[in-house]
C-alpha cells in the first residue's frame, strides 16, 4: 500500500461546521433579443467548464478567500 499525497495548497483550505468553503461565480450575460420570437425574450448564456475528473460540467471555482472580492477578483 502506498501512502497518499495531499496535493499542493491543502493546508490553506478553509472549514465551516465539517463542510469545505468555496468561493464561486456563475459567469453570464444577456444574448440579446431574439427578433423572430413575438415575445422578444433575452436569452441568456452561461458558462460552465469540462470537469478534470471526468464527464460533466461545472460552474467555476477558486480557494475560498476571506475576502470575498478577492476571490471573484481572481475568476
Known amino acids: 500500500?502506498?501512502?497518499?499525497?495531499a496535493r499542493t495548497?491543502?493546508?490553506?483550505?478553509r472549514y465551516e461546521d465539517g463542510c469545505r468553503l468555496v468561493?464561486?461565480?456563475?459567469p453570464f450575460r444577456y444574448r440579446g433579443f431574439d427578433e423572430t420570437c413575438d415575445?422578444?425574450?433575452?436569452?441568456?448564456?452561461?458558462?460552465?467548464?469540462?470537469?478534470?475528473?471526468?464527464?460533466?460540467?461545472?460552474?467555476p471555482k477558486v480557494r475560498?478567500?476571506?475576502?470575498?472580492d478577492v476571490a471573484c477578483i481572481k475568476k
Open 1 to 5: 500500500m502506498c501512502d497518499l499525497v
Open 9 to 13: 495548497g491543502r493546508h490553506q483550505q
Open 23 to 26: 468561493a464561486g461565480c456563475i
Open 39 to 59: 415575445d422578444k425574450v433575452k436569452a441568456v448564456e452561461v458558462l460552465m467548464i469540462n470537469s478534470q475528473s471526468g464527464p460533466g460540467l461545472l460552474f
Open 64 to 68: 475560498y478567500s476571506r475576502l470575498c
